[in-house]
């Protein structure tokens, strides 16, 4: 069925692009299935205080853990939710901190069956109103890029920390063809697309999805983990992250734990939470070459 879906937009794509273009585009926007709760996170889980919103329609359910001001923000990954964050959020409970965090549209225990970038900030948009400034983001994959999008758009946060990051949205199109066999006639029409349905009127969209693109726009500190053997999210991307921000960013690169089970690492985790922990005099000096010290697992 994949086969024939994808010979059907191949050829399709040069003579009826409109088509072509939103259905590329609606299966681009749907995750692959919604993982559970896994055993060792529910007792964190079942800590939260849930909330709901509604944003374009869908249901979407927010996590809230303690009560202080200036929270940690959590965002995950696509075909992820929320709890695969549970070490993080324990260790950040232990240090006295608050978290805050959701399942976006299609994922978890939201609703909906798809989410955007768009959709991605609205959702961190209104945590902010909610809850007010975030002192800083944890955001994994896919939550990379729509974290720096939203902090391009009126989001602030002292510091960042970027976990098997995903940095553009070429790299996203690209893993989509490749995934899907598709061709570039088929990626020219979902971009489109996205262009007529998503930004009508504004011209040169791109850039705008890029995390590299106008780091002078975001001052945040920025602590980037990577691992070499991820097979999702090429550690380049992370590199390219580290090297345009410059004495800003900090790179750490791992081994063996791919892009899912760094989530899991103690080391990764301790890493993650003394970043966020320290004060700006307390930040080690940063470089934006990979730091392997310690690492490699």
Not at 19 to 41: C, M, N, Q, S, T
Not at 101 to 125: K, M, N, V
Not at 181 to 199: I, K, S, T, Y
Request: aromatic residues 8%; charged residues 25%; hydrophobic residues 45%.
């Amino acid at each position: 069925m994949a086969s024939l879906l994808s010979t059907t937009l191949n050829i399709t794509a040069r003579v009826a692009p409109g088509p072509v273009g939103r259905v590329a585009f609606a299966l681009f926007v749907r995750p692959l299935g919604r993982p559970k709760v896994k055993p060792g996170e529910a007792a964190v889980m079942a800590r939260a205080v849930t909330g709901r919103l509604v944003v374009d329609g869908m249901p979407v359910t927010t996590y809230r853990w303690g009560d202080g001001d200036r929270p940690v923000l959590v965002v995950h990954g696509w075909t992820s939710r929320a709890s695969r964050f549970a070490g993080f959020v324990e260790a950040l409970l232990a240090e006295g901190r608050t978290v805050v965090s959701f399942d976006a549209p299609g994922h978890g225990a939201s609703g909906g069956r798809a989410t955007t970038i768009l959709r991605q900030r609205e959702i961190i948009r209104r945590l902010r109103a909610q809850y007010g400034e975030f002192s800083a983001v944890l955001a994994h994959s896919f939550g990379v890029v729509s974290t720096f999008f939203a902090l391009r758009d009126g989001i602030r946060a002292d510091r960042i920390v970027g976990i098997g990051s995903i940095a553009d949205f070429d790299f996203l199109a690209e893993r989509f063809r490749a995934l899907l066999g598709v061709n570039q006639a088929v990626e020219d029409a979902m971009r489109r697309h996205v262009q007529r349905r998503l930004f009508p009127g504004e011209p040169d969209i791109w850039p705008r999805f890029d995390a590299c693109h106008h780091p002078e726009e975001i001052p945040s500190e920025i602590l980037l983990v990577h691992d070499a053997d991820d097979d999702t999210a090429a550690p380049t991307q992370s590199r390219g992250i580290a090297a345009a921000y410059g004495e800003r960013a900090r790179l750490i690169e791992t081994s063996g734990l791919g892009h899912r089970r760094i989530l899991l690492d103690p080391e990764v985790i301790a890493d993650a939470v003394e970043f966020l922990n320290a004060s700006p005099s307390q930040t080690p000096a940063a470089s934006p070459a990979a730091d392997t010290a310690g690492a490699a697992q």
